[in-house]
C-alpha cells in the first residue's frame, strides 16, 4: 500500500518567514495528493490538492506541486503568520473500483508548525 | 450548512466498558470513514462506509471494533470491552456520490479516553 513521510517536526518560524514543509511518498501508479490542517482540538480541513503530475495546487498563500519524478508533494508558503500556527498532513488518496470516491486516504505522522509575533 | 458531526466530542469509559461514537455526515454525503489518531501520530484509515454497506475495513482491528451505517440515521463506530490502547482520537469523514475527485470532510473527532 501507500506510505507517506513528512518532514519531522516541530517547525518553528518567525512571522513573514518563508516555509516549506517536505513530503515525500511512495506508492503504486499515480494517486491524487493532498495537504490537509488540523488546528487545536479540531478536525482535519483540507488545505489544497493535486490530482496528476505536474499539477500545483494552491489555497491561502499555501502551494504544492506534485513531482512525480521526485514523488514528492512540498508545502510551501511565503511569508507565514501568527494564525498559520497547527498541523499539517500530507496525503495520498486513491479512487475507489467505481471511481466514486476516494476510498480510504493514507497520512504521514504531521508536522507541528509554530510561528510567532 | 452543517459540516460532519461527531458526538461525543469526548468520552470516557473504564476498561471493560462499551464505547459507541457517532458520525452524522454532511448532507447528501452517503460515504463514511473513520479514522483513528493515536497521540503524536498521523491519521490511520479504519474503515469506509457507504449506506447499509460496509465497502473497506482493512484498517479495522479483527476483534471488538464494528462499524454501521444504516439506512436512517448516523454511522457508528462500536469498540467493544475497551483497553487503555484504545485511547484516542477517532475522526469521521464524508464525501458526496458519484463525483470525482471529490475530497473528503472531516469532523472534529471524538476524543476517547479509557481509565
Redesign the interface.
Known amino acids: 500500500g501507500d506510505s507517506?513521510t513528512q518532514m519531522e517536526g516541530p517547525v518553528t518560524l518567525s512571522e513573514e518567514a518563508f516555509l516549506t514543509i517536505n513530503c515525500t511518498y511512495t506508492a503504486t501508479g499515480y494517486p491524487?495528493l493532498?495537504w490537509?490542517v488540523q488546528y487545536p482540538?479540531?478536525?482535519?480541513?483540507?488545505l489544497l490538492?493535486a490530482?496528476k503530475a505536474d499539477d500545483k495546487g494552491s489555497n491561502k498563500g499555501f502551494e504544492a506541486t506534485y513531482r512525480k519524478e521526485t514523488t514528492s508533494f512540498h508545502l510551501e508558503k511565503g511569508s507565514v503568520q501568527v494564525s498559520d500556527s497547527a498541523v499539517y498532513?500530507c496525503a495520498t488518496?486513491r479512487?475507489?473500483a467505481g471511481?466514486?470516491?476516494?476510498?480510504?486516504?493514507?497520512?504521514?505522522?504531521?508536522t507541528i508548525l509554530t510561528v510567532h509575533p | 450548512n452543517a459540516g460532519?458531526m461527531?458526538n461525543p466530542r469526548h468520552l470516557v469509559r473504564r476498561r471493560g466498558q462499551e464505547a459507541r461514537l457517532r458520525c452524522s455526515p454532511m448532507k447528501g454525503h452517503s460515504?463514511v470513514?473513520w479514522?483513528r489518531q493515536l497521540p503524536e501520530?498521523?491519521?490511520?484509515?479504519m474503515v469506509?462506509l457507504q449506506k447499509e454497506n460496509i465497502?473497506?475495513e482493512?484498517?479495522m482491528p479483527k476483534e471488538r471494533f464494528s462499524a454501521e451505517f444504516p439506512k436512517e440515521g448516523p454511522s457508528i463506530l462500536r469498540i467493544q470491552q475497551v483497553v487503555r490502547g484504545d485511547s484516542a482520537a477517532y475522526?469521521c469523514?464524508s464525501?458526496p456520490?458519484?463525483?470525482?475527485?471529490?475530497?473528503?470532510?472531516?469532523?472534529?473527532?471524538t476524543r476517547l479516553s479509557i481509565l
Open positions: 507517506v491524487s493532498f490537509y482540538g479540531e478536525g482535519l480541513q483540507l490538492k490530482t498532513f488518496g479512487h475507489n471511481g466514486t470516491s476516494y476510498g480510504k486516504l493514507t497520512f504521514g505522522q504531521g | 460532519v461527531q460515504h470513514y479514522y501520530e498521523g491519521l490511520k484509515f469506509y465497502i473497506d482493512s484498517g475522526f469523514a464525501s456520490p458519484g463525483t470525482d475527485n471529490q475530497p473528503q470532510h472531516f469532523g472534529d473527532g
